[in-house]
Every structure is written in structure tokens, then in C-alpha cells.
């Protein structure tokens, strides 16, 4: 099962500055990597795929880079509605599809 | 406009069963796989089941393999869970998602709650 960790596991940040998240991978997984965001109370929404494309109606503030192990989602300029946790995830090899624990992004 | 609306969830005793639903709308749904994904309270995501577009196959995690059954019912744009010998650990908020290439969640319903508690 491959193992994805993301840092840091709290990122304290103001509207307008730029968020840098990390999700590292145990073993490579090429470029199927996503994104998700979950806000307080709600569901998860798909925001990056396959490392970096932005699903439909994602703003372009957030962007995906990184490929093989290691992962950025960069926010260009926070905005308060980008309180959330941020996930990554793995489709390389499955099953089981696996998460990371989630960054907790506070402005 | 694509809805996916969870129901079924509610309090169970351990080694009880719980069926979940998953209407599906807005979408054709015969041509997209599946999925069940699950939170525990406080914690982060867990991916459960994947049942495929033409309901084939279906995949699990191993901590519910040989317990959870994922089926789907095309026709009526149904997807369910069936759960079997729920123990504590079960307890969580379950969404069911749509399959994106088979990789990814691209879309999510709000979540049903499943407490597993005697």
C-alpha cells in the first residue's frame, strides 16, 4: 500500500499570501495524484488531478506540480474561503486508493 | 445539475447491519464507476468500495472485505452499501463519490452518519 504524508499538518496563514502544501508519496506514483479540499461541515471537492490539472470550476489561484514522489499545491493568494484541510491522494496503485492526513490551512 | 444524496445511516449495535443508499441525478450513471468513501469523526478520508460503470467488478479495502457488499442498481440510478458485522471502527460519515478515470472522486454527495455503538 503506498503511504502518502503531507506537511506541514497546520499552515496559519493572512488573505493575500501564498500557501505552499506538500504530499510526499512512500514509492513513486507518477503523476496520478490528486487534490481535495474540504471546508468546516461539508464534503471534499476534487480541486487538482493528475498532479496538475484543476478540476471544472477550480479557480486558477490553485495549482498542482511534482511528479514520482513528491507533491506540491500551491495557493497564489489566499482568499478566506480557502480555510480548509487539504487532502492529496494516489490512484497508481490501488486497490486500495489512500489518502494523506490532510493539511490544515488557516487564514 | 448533478446531485448525489446519501441516506440509510443511523445508530447501530456492533455485529449489526446498515444498508446505505446513493441516489444519483443529473448524470447518466450507467456510464461512471462508483465509489464509497468514509470519515471517522475528527479524522481524515478513507476510500471504502468501487463498483465499475457496468457493475463488473468491486474493489475494498481490506478492513471491510468480507463484511461491506458495494452494488448498484442502474436503472433506478442506485448505489449502495451494505454492511455486515459493523464493529466500532465503522463509525464514521460515508459519502459516496463519482469515479473520474478511474482514479480520482469528482463528485461527492454531503455524507450519511454511521455510529456503530452499543
Known amino acids: 500500500e503506498i503511504v502518502l504524508t503531507q506537511s506541514p499538518a497546520t499552515l496559519s496563514l493572512s488573505p493575500g499570501e501564498r500557501a505552499t502544501l506538500s504530499c510526499r508519496a512512500s514509492?513513486?506514483?507518477?503523476?496520478?495524484l490528486a487534490w481535495y479540499q474540504q471546508r468546516p461541515g461539508q464534503a471534499p471537492r476534487l480541486l487538482i488531478y493528475?498532479?496538475?490539472s484543476r478540476a471544472t470550476g477550480i479557480p486558477d489561484r490553485f495549482s498542482g506540480s511534482g511528479s514520482g514522489t513528491d507533491f506540491t499545491l500551491t495557493i497564489s493568494s489566499l482568499e478566506p474561503e480557502d480555510s480548509a484541510v487539504y487532502y492529496c491522494q494516489q490512484s497508481r496503485d490501488w486497490p486500495p486508493y489512500t489518502f494523506g492526513p490532510g493539511t490544515k490551512v488557516d487564514i | 445539475q448533478v446531485q448525489l444524496v446519501e441516506s440509510g445511516g443511523g445508530v447501530v449495535q456492533p455485529g449489526g447491519s446498515l444498508t446505505l443508499s446513493c441516489e444519483v441525478s443529473g448524470l447518466t450513471f450507467r456510464n461512471h464507476g462508483m465509489h464509497w468513501v468514509r470519515q471517522a469523526p475528527g479524522k481524515g478520508l478513507e476510500w471504502v468500495a468501487f463498483?465499475?460503470?457496468?457493475?463488473?467488478?468491486?474493489y475494498y479495502v481490506d478492513s471491510v472485505k468480507g463484511r461491506f457488499t458495494i452494488s448498484r442498481d442502474t436503472p433506478k440510478n442506485m448505489l449502495y452499501l451494505q454492511m455486515n458485522s459493523l464493529r466500532a471502527d465503522d463509525t464514521a460519515v460515508y459519502y459516496c463519490a463519482k469515479d473520474k478515470g478511474v482514479a480520482y472522486f469528482d463528485l461527492w454527495g454531503r455524507g450519511t452518519l454511521v455510529s456503530v455503538s452499543s
Open positions: 463498483i465499475r460503470s457496468d457493475g463488473s467488478n468491486q
Open positions: 514509492q513513486s506514483v507518477s503523476r496520478t
Open positions: 493528475d498532479a496538475s
